[in-house]
């Protein structure tokens, strides 16, 4: 079964909606990490919507597991992670995502391919710093090729189309579009470890819909925020999270 990166940037978005000192996203990675977390995701955007610099400071001080930092590739974000590595506090890796101020969440995919020089001097500067570095690109061939060029370790597909696919056929395995969905992440998934990278998922991803992605062969991390936060509200943290891991293993 693949390893659960909980991404708890939600919790950080209902702080912000009061601008206060609750609930605390640190505490929350630490619930998830009661529940079986093995890696702990946050996305520190340019524009600090939710998740903040001491947000991330403090969970590289404290984490027991994995710190997974979701960030884009500027110099800016590059300087962050170089200067908590050197404090010798993680992150232990590095997503590089796409990033509009007028998204709600990422909405598709890096382009590796278009970007691939800059990119990769961003990759390579993390890389020689001990940081393993993920590309979070849509299930396209040519960006898996671009992702390899550029030197990332990893590489996480965007499964958001496949969620949405599965929504639209009330999870009927039989639908036809649900079935090039999910194959369409395998087909990528196959790739990726073709080329010698690890191959990670995330996007999407609920209760009901991750059993088939967290069974693919070769999936090694699924990287999983809103749901989990979301049935938080009702089992709390730890709980969202032993029920995710569950469902992940069709229990």
Sequence with gaps: MPLLGVNIDHVATIRQARRGDEPDPVRAA?????????????????????INDGDVERLAAMLGVRLNLEMAATEEM???????????RGPHECALVPEGRDEITTEGGLDVARNAAAIGRVVARLSEAGIRCSAFIDADPAQIDAAKRAGFAMCEVHTGPYARAFAAAGGDAADAGLTRAIEQVADAGRRIRAAGMRFNAGHGLNYQNVRAVASLVGIEELHIGHSIVSRAVYTGLREAVVQMKAAMAGV
Excluded: F, W
């Excluded at 630490?30 to 939710?50: F, N, P, S």
């Excluded at 590059?78 to 010798?88: F, H, K, Q, S, V």
């Design 30 to 50: 630490h619930e998830a990490e009661m529940g079986g977390a093995d890696i702990i995701t946050v996305h520190l955007r340019e524009d600090r919507r939710h």
């Design 78 to 88: 590059t300087e962050i992670a170089l200067r908590l590595r050197a404090l010798g």
